[in-house]
């Protein structure tokens, strides 16, 4: 139940299958602060985005992201797939990221899904005008 450490003996303390190893702290507990990280590094990044903090042709590196925030590079990965799948940013396999330019095929995508929600709304108005609670969505 010893491990060495730098040279000298560390006793080893039991940990229960709900610990993480590492740490000796409850796997919930571990959970809860991962997604904590993640959230972070998410909500950075998108706010540098949306803030035209980021150039739009220069690559970023996950390790560079993950030093500013201090923290390891697994939730800035996490983050980075995110935004990744919602089209903010593309990733760079072995370089990194950098911000999605926005191609004809989104545009047409955009330009749809607007179409139809506006078309719903509209729709659903009309349906309504004529009840008493549809002349205040008129």
Same mark, same amino acid.
Request: hydrophobic content about 35%; some cysteine.
């Given at each position: 139940?010893?491990?060495?450490?730098?040279?000298?003996?560390?006793?080893?303390?039991?940990?229960?299958?709900?610990?993480?190893?590492?740490?000796?702290?409850?796997?919930?507990?571990?959970?809860?602060?991962?997604?904590?990280?993640?959230?972070?590094?998410?909500?950075?990044?998108?706010?540098?985005?949306?803030?035209?903090? %980021?150039?739009?042709?220069?690559?970023?590196?996950?390790?560079q992201v993950a030093r500013e925030l201090n923290c390891s590079r697994t939730p800035v990965k996490d983050a980075l797939?995110?935004?990744?799948?919602?089209?903010?940013?593309?990733?760079?396999?072995?370089?990194? &990221?950098? %911000?999605?330019?926005?191609?004809?095929?989104?545009?047409?995508?955009?330009?749809?899904?607007?179409?139809?929600?506006?078309? &719903?709304?509209?729709?659903?108005?009309?349906?309504?005008?004529?009840?008493?609670?549809?002349?205040?969505? %008129?």
């Amino acid at each position: 139940n010893c491990e060495c450490m730098g040279g000298k003996m560390l006793k080893r303390q039991p940990i229960s299958k709900n610990q993480n190893p590492d740490l000796g702290i409850a796997k919930a507990e571990w959970r809860k602060l991962c997604q904590f990280l993640q959230e972070q590094a998410y909500q950075y990044l998108r706010g540098k985005i949306l803030n035209d903090e %980021l150039e739009p042709e220069q690559v970023y590196s996950e390790s560079q992201v993950a030093r500013e925030l201090n923290c390891s590079r697994t939730p800035v990965k996490d983050a980075l797939t995110r935004l990744s799948h919602a089209k903010y940013i593309d990733i760079i396999p072995s370089r990194g &990221f950098r %911000l999605h330019q926005m191609t004809e095929e989104d545009l047409v995508s955009t330009f749809q899904t607007r179409v139809a929600v506006e078309s &719903f709304c509209a729709l659903s108005i009309m349906e309504r005008r004529d009840r008493p609670d549809g002349q205040d969505a %008129l």
